[in-house]
T-cell receptor
Framework: AQSVTQLGSHVSVSEGALVLLRCNYS??????LFWYVQYPNQGLQLLLK??????LVKGINDFEAEFKKSETSFHLTKPSAHMSDAAEYFC???????????????FGQGTILTVHP | EAEVAQSPRYKITEKSQAVAFWCDPI?????LYWYRQILGQGPELLVQ????????DSQLPKDRFSAERLKGVDSTLKIQPAELGDSAMYLC?????????????FGPGTRLTVL
């Protein structure tokens, strides 16, 4: 079975400060990992994805995430927060070939990011 | 830019009534997903279609929920009868295929409130 744990349901930062949203995963096969952002009453938008190429993945709006197999982590970072980054962020894992969860996307509980002026 | 379309955006109904949600995926996307997102939680997969066939409905409450994708294009999710606990956001997503690296594109969702 695969699972995702997002540490911290709420994160608050000041505008211009570093953003760090934590995600740990569990998967029986090499995973595909995703970060999505959701604004109120909207669907999810993909920020970035890890598909076993480079371990440091760059996404939209200056977000990036690093895949660390030894730590089973895929934390999301952004060097400088902007007011428009305030939203809910979801980490998700998708099983690779050979696993019983092949193709199925499993989401974490989400982290609400608040950005203070 | 192609998008996943969903309707209605909002639905209020009374318990025991029937409700239906519609989804039109991005053209050419063979795989379609319905997710339920309860407030404060991440989305949970209800059903996955590959073309017109269901490939995963293990989390679909089949006594009251049904889903179809008759021509392998658009899809309908139905709840009958609705219960208070069904209040949630229902999200539709589509992808080119089910392979792990394929991105899932999400629609805006239908917010269901059951009174």
């Amino acid at each position: 079975a695969q699972s995702v744990t997002q540490l911290g349901s709420h994160v608050s930062v000041s505008e211009g400060a570093l953003v760090l949203l934590r995600c740990n995963y569990s998967s029986s096969v090499p995973p595909y990992l995703f970060w999505y952002v959701q604004y109120p009453n909207q669907g999810l938008q993909l920020l970035l994805k890890y598909t076993s190429a480079a371990t440091l993945v760059k996404g939209i709006n200056d977000f990036e995430a690093e895949f660390k197999k030894s730590e089973t982590s895929f934390h999301l970072t952004k060097p400088s927060a902007h007011m428009s980054d305030a939203a809910e962020y979801f980490c998700a894992v998708r099983g690779g070939a050979g696993g019983t969860s092949y193709g199925k996307l499993t989401f974490g509980q989400g982290t609400i990011l608040t950005v203070h002026p | 830019e192609a998008e996943v379309a969903q309707s209605p955006r909002y639905k209020i109904t009374e318990k025991s009534q029937a409700v239906a949600f519609w989804c039109d995926p991005i053209s050419g996307h063979a795989t379609l997903y319905w997710y339920r997102q309860i407030l404060g939680q991440g989305p949970e997969l209800l059903v996955q279609f590959q073309d017109e066939s269901v490939v995963d409905d293990s989390q679909l409450p089949k006594d009251r929920f049904s889903a179809e994708r008759l021509k392998g294009v658009d899809s309908t999710l139905k709840i009958q009868p609705a219960e208070l606990g069904d209040s949630a956001m229902y999200l539709c997503a589509s992808s080119l295929g089910a392979r792990g690296g394929n991105e899932q594109f999400f629609g805006p969702g239908t917010r269901l409130t059951v009174l």
